[in-house]
């Protein structure tokens, strides 16, 4: 049976791989998996497919847990929150248009975090109602 406690430590270490999958698959750097096939031009390698295969593998995971923890509004609710705070910072002129990458990396950022809470929701839920999803149960 799976460990069910929850604390920050397990939310910052979903948070953390949703961070290496965001930024491994794109990032302005110019070292990803997107930057990598970009260049492979007319050449595409194995290890090019194995990890394209694996970081697709990631995205699933984390983007089905999302969808079926937090719904469709809920995303989108995560969404304008995360959204609404980027144009406050623009807003309010402590970030400006003009850096493009810096809007990049938040984006980048608040996708891993959109995606690290729709992972660890069930159990902030299960915490805050005492319910639980029906996947949790336990058939014994």
């Given at each position: 049976?799976?460990?069910r406690s929850f604390n920050f430590s397990g939310f910052m270490m979903r948070w953390v791989m949703?961070?290496?999958?965001v930024f491994l698959t794109?990032?302005?750097?110019?070292?990803?998996?997107?930057?990598?096939?970009?260049?492979?031009?007319?050449?595409?390698?194995?290890?090019?497919?194995?990890?394209?295969?694996?970081?697709?593998?990631?995205?699933?995971i984390y983007l089905r847990a999302t969808a079926r923890s937090l719904g469709i509004i809920g995303t989108l609710l995560s969404l304008a929150l995360f959204g609404t705070l980027v144009w406050?910072?623009?807003?309010?002129?402590?970030?400006?248009?003009?850096?493009?990458t810096l809007l990049v990396y938040l984006?980048?950022?608040?996708?891993?975090?959109?995606m690290a809470i729709g992972l660890s929701w069930s159990h902030v839920r299960r915490r805050l109602t005492g319910q639980f999803d029906v996947d949790d149960s336990d058939e014994d």
């Open positions: 049976m799976a460990d949703a961070l290496l999958l794109y990032n302005p750097s110019g070292y990803s998996w997107y930057h990598w096939l970009a260049g492979a031009e007319t050449k595409i390698e194995p290890l090019l497919v194995l990890s394209g295969l694996l970081l697709l593998i990631g995205w699933v406050s910072l623009i807003y309010y002129q402590i970030i400006s248009l003009a850096n493009t984006l980048l950022i608040i996708l891993s975090v959109v």
